[in-house]
């Protein structure tokens, strides 16, 4: 079974800063999606970005990218230039590339504050 | 479109009693999901269906049925709620077809709280 790791339940950085957020995860499938959740105040479950595993290049999506060493097992999110609006809980998930099984496997969670 | 949307919002259980989360989605996906969120956790698979009259077990299913009669509706049944079924139960759905990926989109979650 797969299992995804954050290890930093909480961190916090000043406005217009870059924050990094920590993922690993373990599985021993080849192909697979990795993806960045953020869910605000509000609960709504937001995608932030992905990243295809046989894909070497790392996904980026404006002020958000990642690092993704697949050897290493390890998901990175970097925040460049932090809002105040960034401010939630952000979410490491997989999900395995077979066929018919598009399930969701969450880590625990980051608590991300952005202070003014 | 609206999306995927939930009923209720919120919701208070006694402990014992039975009720049904609804949800539905108007953007003809033929996968659907539920999710439940514990307080600080992440989100953990309770059951999914991958078409109408289909339905699979997650990660968490005890406690909970299912049933998919229709593509839009994706009803979530509690028979003999307890405590520890106080969660956010959320809703998804996404359009798949063979091994490609394609997004989940989430409903706002119900809040529910078994006393």
């Known amino acids: 079974a797969q299992t995804v790791t954050q290890s930093q339940p909480e961190m916090s950085v000043q406005e217009a800063e870059t924050v990094t957020l920590s993922c690993t995860y373990d599985?021993?499938?080849?192909?697979?999606?990795l993806f960045w959740y953020k869910q605000p105040p509000s609960r709504q479950m937001i995608l932030v970005i992905r990243?295809?595993?046989?894909?070497?290049q790392n996904a980026t999506e404006n002020r958000f990218s990642v690092n993704f060493q697949k050897a290493a097992k390890s998901f990175s999110l970097k925040i460049s230039d932090s809002q105040l609006g960034d401010t939630a809980m952000y979410f490491c998930?997989?999900?395995?590339?077979?066929?018919?099984?598009?399930?969701?496997?969450f880590g625990q969670g980051t608590r991300l504050t952005i202070n003014p | 479109n609206a999306g995927v949307t939930q009923t209720p919002k919120f919701r208070i259980l006694k402990i014992g009693q039975s009720m049904t989360l609804q949800c539905a989605q108007d953007?003809?996906?033929?996968?659907m999901y539920w999710y439940r969120q514990d307080p600080g956790m992440g989100l953990k698979l309770i059951y999914y269906?991958?078409?109408?009259?289909?339905?699979d077990k997650g990660e968490v299913p005890n406690g909970y049925n299912v049933s998919r009669s229709t593509t839009e509706d994706f009803p979530l049944r509690l028979e003999l709620a307890a405590p520890s079924q106080t969660s956010v139960y959320f809703c998804?759905?996404?359009?798949?077809?063979?091994?490609?990926?394609?997004?989940?989109?989430f409903g706002p979650g119900t809040r529910l709280t078994v006393l």
């Open positions: 599985t021993s499938e080849n192909n697979y999606y």
């Open positions: 998930a997989f999900m395995t590339a077979l066929q018919g099984a598009q399930k969701l496997v």
């Open positions: 990243q295809e595993a046989y894909k070497q």
């Open positions: 998804a759905s996404s359009y798949s077809w063979g091994s490609s990926y394609n997004e989940q989109f």
């Open positions: 269906s991958v078409g109408a009259g289909i339905t």
């Open positions: 953007m003809n996906h033929n996968y």
